[in-house]
C-alpha cells in the first residue's frame, strides 16, 4: 500500500481526539481504512499517546485490572471435537468406547491365551452386548449436562436416539469384526443378536429409562448366557446359527414395539431414576 | 512477536500466550478505545466494555476461526466490541442509569479532506454526505459496526421501528446519490 493511500496525520489526530468538526463521511474512511490497515493502527496508537490523555488514561486503566482478570479467568479448551463428530456422538462417548474396546481386548486375551478350558470364544459370548455400554450413554440426564435442551430441540425424541445409537455401532462393530477376526468367530454369528440387544436396550429404555435398560439386559445376558457357557465350556444355544431365524423375529418385534412408544424419548421426565 | 500479525496473535492467546495476549492489547486497544469512545460518551462504560471485551478474548480465543473462514482478527475483536457495548447500554437502561448520549459527528465544515477521498471513494464520499444525521448514525452501526436492527436501536435509543425506516430511508438515498 503506498503512501497516499493512508489516513493523513491530521485526521487521524482529529479522529483520536474525537474532534467534533470531523465530518462523518470522514469519520467512516478512517474507521473503515482502520479495521484493515495495521500501520494506521500503529499510528493512531501514537496519536493517542500525544493527542488523547483521556483515551491514554482509559487504556492504561483497563490494561492494569486486565492484568489480575487474566491470571483468574481460565481459558477454553483449544481442542474440541469435530463438528461433525459431536453432532452424532453421544455425550461421553470417548470414554465408554476405550471400555468397550478393554473389554474386547480382555476377550481377545482370553481366546488366545487360554484356548484349551474355554470351547466357546469369548469374543462370540461378549459381542452381543457389546454396544451396550455405548448405547447407556445415547439419552440420559445424568451424562449429558445438555440433556434437558436436547430434549427441548425439535430434533429430540426417537430419530436423535436412533442417530447416536449408529454412531455407537459405527464404532463398535467394526471393532467387534476385528476382534472376531482375530479369534475366529464369524460375524454372522454374533452380528443379528447384537443388534437385537441394541434395540431391545432401546425399547426396554422406553419403559424403565435407557441406562438401567441396558443394565438390565447386560446383566441378564451375563448370568442367562456367559456364565453357564464359561462354567459348562459349551457353547450357548441361543448362538448357534440354527437360531439366527428366532433373532432375526425378535429384531423385528422389538422394532414394532420401539416404533408405537417412540415418544417416550421426548418426554423430559422428573422422576430421576428414569434418566440417571 | 511484533512480526506477527493479529491473527497469528489471537491464535497464540488460544495457547495460553501472555506475551501474545500483551502484544495484541498493545496494539488494538487505542484504536478499540477511541472508537468505542467515539459512540459512548461515558468514559467508565467504555472501560467497562473494553475491560469484558478483551476478557472474552483471552477467554475464547480458540473460538476465533481465523481468516481461513473470511475473518480478520481486527474484525473479530471489534465484533465483541460492539456487542458487550449493546450489552452495558441495555443494562444501564434496565437498571434506569440512562447512559450520557453518544456522541454525533455534526456537519461542521473542516480543512483538508481531499486526500481522504482516496480512501472512500469520491462517489461515496458525496452520497454519505449527503444524508441527514440520522439516517448516517443508523447507516454507520448497521454497517460499519455490523450491529442488528435491535442493537441499533439500543445502541441510539430510538425504537426498532424508527430504525428500520431510517435504514430503508437511507438506502434509497444512497442509491439515488450512487447511480
Redo the contacts between chains.
Keep these: 500500500m503506498n503512501d497516499e493511500k493512508h489516513v493523513p496525520a491530521a485526521a487521524l489526530r482529529r479522529y483520536a481526539t474525537g474532534d467534533p468538526r470531523s465530518r462523518a463521511d470522514q469519520v467512516w474512511a478512517v474507521e473503515a481504512h482502520l479495521e484493515l490497515c495495521a500501520r494506521c493502527r500503529e499510528r493512531l496508537g501514537e496519536a493517542v499517546t500525544f493527542h488523547s490523555p483521556e483515551t491514554a488514561a482509559l487504556v492504561a486503566q483497563v490494561q492494569t485490572r486486565l492484568a489480575t482478570e487474566v491470571i483468574r479467568s481460565p481459558q477454553m479448551p483449544t481442542y474440541r471435537m469435530p463438528r461433525r463428530v459431536s453432532r452424532w456422538a453421544p455425550p461421553g462417548f470417548w470414554a465408554r468406547l476405550v471400555m468397550t474396546l478393554l473389554v474386547l481386548g480382555a476377550a481377545i486375551g482370553l481366546d488366545l491365551a487360554g484356548s484349551s478350558g474355554l470351547p466357546p470364544s469369548v469374543v462370540l459370548l461378549v459381542a452381543p452386548v457389546a454396544p451396550l455400554l455405548g448405547v447407556a450413554a445415547v439419552w440420559s440426564a445424568g451424562l449429558d449436562p445438555l440433556h434437558e435442551l436436547v430434549v427441548a430441540s425439535p430434533r429430540a425424541g426417537l430419530f436423535l436416539v436412533l442417530r447416536r445409537t449408529l454412531a455407537v455401532l459405527a464404532a463398535v462393530i467394526p471393532a467387534l469384526a476385528v476382534a472376531g477376526w482375530m479369534t475366529g468367530a464369524s460375524p454372522a454369528t454374533w452380528l443379528l443378536p447384537c443388534l437385537a440387544f441394541t434395540a431391545g436396550a432401546l425399547a426396554l429404555g422406553e419403559l424403565i429409562g435407557l441406562r438401567w435398560a441396558a443394565a438390565a439386559l447386560a446383566i441378564m445376558w451375563t448370568v442367562g448366557v456367559i456364565t453357564p457357557s464359561v462354567l459348562t465350556a459349551r457353547a450357548p444355544w441361543v448362538l448357534e446359527p440354527t437360531s439366527l431365524p428366532y433373532w432375526a423375529g425378535l429384531i423385528g418385534v422389538i422394532a414394532v414395539a420401539l416404533a408405537l412408544r417412540r415418544d417416550a424419548y421426548k418426554e423430559l421426565r422428573s422422576d430421576s431414576w428414569f434418566v440417571r | 512477536m511484533t512480526s506477527m500479525?493479529?491473527e497469528a496473535l489471537v491464535h497464540r492467546i488460544?495457547?495460553?500466550d501472555?506475551a501474545a495476549?500483551d502484544e495484541l492489547?498493545?496494539?488494538?486497544?487505542?484504536?478499540l478505545?477511541?472508537?468505542l469512545?467515539?459512540r459512548c460518551a461515558d468514559?467508565e462504560l467504555?472501560?467497562e466494555v473494553?475491560?469484558e471485551t478483551?476478557?472474552a478474548i483471552?477467554?475464547?480465543?480458540?473460538?476465533f476461526s481465523g481468516a481461513s473462514v473470511g475473518g480478520?482478527a481486527?474484525?473479530w475483536v471489534?465484533t465483541i466490541a460492539a456487542r458487550r457495548l449493546v450489552d452495558a447500554l441495555r443494562r444501564r437502561a434496565r437498571e434506569g442509569r440512562l447512559p450520557l448520549a453518544t456522541?454525533a459527528?455534526?456537519?461542521?465544515?473542516?480543512?483538508?479532506?481531499e486526500?481522504?477521498e482516496?480512501?472512500?471513494g469520491a462517489e461515496l464520499?458525496?452520497a454519505?454526505?449527503l444524508?441527514s444525521?440520522d439516517l448516517?448514525a443508523v447507516l454507520?452501526a448497521m454497517v460499519?459496526d455490523g450491529l442488528t436492527v435491535r442493537e441499533t436501536a439500543v445502541l441510539l435509543g430510538v425504537p426498532e421501528g424508527t430504525v428500520k425506516t431510517r435504514a430503508r430511508r437511507a438506502r434509497i438515498a444512497l442509491r439515488r446519490a450512487l447511480s
Design positions: 500479525d493479529e488460544a495457547r495460553g501472555r495476549f492489547y498493545r496494539r488494538t486497544s487505542p484504536w478505545a477511541v472508537r469512545r467515539r468514559d467504555v472501560a473494553m475491560q478483551y476478557l483471552w477467554r475464547a480465543a480458540a473460538s480478520s481486527v474484525g471489534w456522541l459527528a455534526p456537519d461542521a465544515p473542516a480543512a483538508e479532506d486526500a481522504l482516496a480512501l472512500l464520499d458525496s454519505v454526505r444524508l444525521p448516517r454507520q460499519l
